[in-house]
């Protein structure tokens, strides 16, 4: 070979080469699924700012509106700094853990991303930067301690509900999380259990909690004796028009690409919250004569809620059993089961969301199995599968109720949880604000 091509050989070497490392480097991060992914983390943080403060704002009294649009505010701002803090690292640093082994990190991630350690602009999560996995996740983390608030509405303390929701989130969100979401060696990884977008993580572990809340908070003065009807069922609609369309993000998006399974995520989605949408409001127009337009909306919730676990591996059948056997449960557990067991779940979280991400954990199993149009689970693991999803259930259950017990308690002997009798007469706009939702 000549001396000149020698030369041109080696400068097309040292220009090629810094090309053709960048592209390997680079090559695992897809943009459409990074486009997508953005696209989703804003439509779960539309879900609870502005979707969650309308639908329940327009379930309670005009003199408690404005408190629980400055619950879902404060919270969104409170989890997203003890996410970057310690958060993310606690749910996801995987260190430790080891494949079919329970120990500690079986429970509990490590504080290696402490503070987002490690995460910049180069870092890659799957096929998307690791940075829009990290905010997708911390609005999985917002949502989840805002759901409880429509448990206590009305009568909780401001700095009460803020204690509540650091500790809770502390002890009973992560770990959760990180059992269900962090990796091989997590405990329910361990055990095969499927949770696609949080059955267990989001909508049990904020429902127990929600139930524990307004038993340990006690009743609202005048509940059962008083009207306490909702002061504007428009708000109520248009956050539950909110919160279905962002429900598309949090489901679908947990598929964490643009793919098919996405596209089936959403199909489920919309098919299920449809079914159990009509299923509430048919047993609500059998029993009392007169479908609502409050029962319409609670009823695409409980949908919403039952077909998450399941979004990722249920087919459209599968879909349309989770409807409607959720619609019709939660219609009964918000409605008689309630009304016998006298407690005051003031927007029906426990009623909701425990229940309803109950029922769609349970039938995960059975919807993701091949006869059922599923993912593909074959018949004889149906009942295995079932069983693995019920202690997934038994855990969260019990885990977040000890937790949210003990909180409770504890920042009652400390600060003290719930309004004074005249705080609350007057509402906890004025009282805990000082202003008012609505001016003459």
């Given amino acids: 070979m000549k001396p000149g091509k020698h ?46 403060s309308l639908f329940y704002g327009g379930l309670v009294r005009t003199k408690n509106v404005l408190s629980i649009f400055v619950q879902c505010f404060a919270i969104t701002c409170l989890v997203t700094i003890l996410w970057v803090i310690y958060g993310y690292s606690i749910a996801f640093d995987g260190a430790g853990m080891q494949e079919g082994v329970f120990n500690f990190h079986s429970l ?15 870092s890659v999560s799957g096929t998307i930067p690791e940075t829009v996995f990290v ?18 509405a009305e009568r909780m303390k401001f700095s009460a509900v803020m204690a509540f929701v650091a500790i809770w989130f502390t002890f009973s969100y992560l770990p959760i999380c990180h059992m269900a979401w962090g990796g091989g060696g997590a405990l329910f990884d361990n055990w095969g259990v499927l949770d696609f977008a949080g059955g267990t993580v989001v909508h049990i572990n904020a429902g127990i909690a929600a139930l524990v809340a307004c038993i340990v908070v006690g009743k609202r003065k005048g509940y059962g004796t008083t009207a306490m009807l909702p002061h504007n069922v428009p708000f109520v609609l248009i956050g539950a028009g909110m919160l279905w369309v962002g429900w598309f993000g949090f489901n679908a998006g947990s598929e964490l690409a643009a793919d098919g399974t996405a596209g089936m995520a959403m199909l489920v989605t919309q098919i299920a919250t449809a079914m159990a949408a009509i299923s509430w409001t048919v047993m609500e127009w059998i029993r009392s004569g007169k479908p609502t337009a409050v029962g319409i909306a609670t009823g ?6 039952a077909i998450t676990p399941a979004s990722g591996t249920a087919g459209p059948m599968g879909a ?26 003031s927007l029906d979280v426990f009623g909701v ?12 199993g059975l919807c993701a199995a091949e006869f059922m149009g599923g993912a593909g689970i074959n018949a004889a693991s149906v009942g295995a599968q079932i069983w693995a999803q019920l202690k997934s259930i038994m855990v969260t259950i019990t885990w977040s109720g000890v937790v949210s017990f003990a909180a409770l308690k504890a920042i009652d002997m400390v600060i003290g949880i719930r309004a004074s009798e005249k705080d609350e007469e007057k509402g906890l706009d004025i009282s805990q604000h000082e202003e008012t939702g609505y001016t003459m």
Wanted: glycine letters at 12%; proline letters at 2%; aromatic letters at 10%.
């Fill in 135 to 152: 905010i997708f996740q911390m609005t999985f983390a917002i949502i989840t301690p805002a759901l409880m608030v429509g448990a206590f």
């Fill in 7 to 52: 030369i041109l050989t080696l400068i097309l070497f040292l220009l090629l080469t810094p090309v053709a490392a960048f592209a390997e480097e680079t090559a695992s991060i897809n943009s459409g699924d990074t486009a997508w992914m953005i696209v989703a983390t804003a439509l779960v943080l539309f879900m609870t700012i502005p979707g969650l």
């Fill in 300 to 305: 695409a919730v409980a949908g919403l809620v």
């Fill in 108 to 122: 509990f991630g490590g504080f290696g991303k402490a503070f987002l350690s490690g995460v910049g602009v180069d």
């Fill in 353 to 364: 969301h425990a229940v309803g991400g109950i029922v769609g954990a349970t039938l995960t």
């Fill in 320 to 345: 349309l059993l989770i409807g409607a056997v959720s619609g019709t449960l939660c219609y009964f557990t918000a409605t008689s089961m309630k009304r016998a067991l006298g407690y005051d779940d």
